[in-house]
């Protein structure tokens, strides 16, 4: 869909942005829930109806976008209850893990 002009990747961090450009501005999804279902629907549906890759950014990065708006709406609202904290713990673990794994496994495979 982007040809070599534009990266699918770029758009799709465009879309992240959008999303907190909204948030901040006190924008919230209308309909969350639905909208949470009909982009998931839609993750899985459009796939079979067109090549995904040539179509990444409005297969799988529109949905998503939509799916982490409306989230994040619910969670802004206080719809849904905050996890605990050992969950935003277990997260920041995660993450700190992949930036690093990959110089430990050449470490480790160094020997």
Known sequence: MCGRHCS???IEFLFGC???L???RGWRMPLPVL???LATAA???APLAVEAE???VLCWGLPSAVIVFAAVSLEVDGKVARPPKVFGLL???SYSI???HILIVGIVGAR
Do not use: C, H, Q
């Open 91 to 93: 997260g920041d673990a």
């Open 8 to 10: 699918p990747i770029a």
């Open 98 to 100: 992949y930036l690093v």
């Open 54 to 56: 040539t179509w990444r």
């Open 43 to 45: 993750l899985f549906a």
């Open 22 to 24: 909204a948030l901040k």
């Open 35 to 37: 909208s949470i279902v």
């Open 18 to 20: 959008l999303v907190a």
